[in-house]
């Protein structure tokens, strides 16, 4: 397991290929509770449609799976046992382009409030440009 950054994904989230969608959490930053990640859109798979178009749940998948890199690397920093955490909301999402197979993107993510297990977190997913291709706000829920 890695603690310096940046760290692969499939150390600190529960998914695995073909649902890992994230690559590495690049970036952490506690006192500004902020975080960066990446991730490669698949070729194909589940959040592809046959026209080889990105579907729009990616998005929101992606940046919750972001969360849950940091959670995981929050906790291994730590040295803790990571909990379960699920998603359990998602609000003022919105989609202001898409993304083509195999373009690499970046995830920011900023914690906007904690209490207890409940979570919330904005999240923007990037091109290469760095141009917003979808942004909002996700609710987890961690078992600590």
Do not use: H
């Amino acid at each position: 397991m890695c603690t310096d950054l940046p760290c692969a994904a499939i150390g600190l989230v529960p998914q695995r290929p073909p649902m890992l969608l994230v690559d590495r959490l690049v970036a952490r930053d506690r006192e500004a509770n902020s975080s960066m990640a990446e991730a490669l859109v698949p070729v194909d798979g589940v959040f592809v449609e046959q026209g080889r178009r990105v579907l729009p749940e990616y998005f929101i998948e992606l940046v919750a799976q972001a969360m849950a890199a940091v959670n995981g690397y929050d906790a291994l920093v730590d040295g803790v046992k990571s909990g379960r955490g699920f998603l359990v909301g998602i609000e003022g999402f919105i989609w202001q382009g898409t993304a083509e197979p195999g373009e690499l993107l970046k995830v920011e993510m900023v914690k906007n409030f904690e209490f207890g297990p409940v979570t919330v977190m904005a999240g923007k997913v990037l091109n290469e440009a760095g141009q917003v291709l979808a942004s909002g706000e996700i609710k987890a829920w961690e078992e600590k």
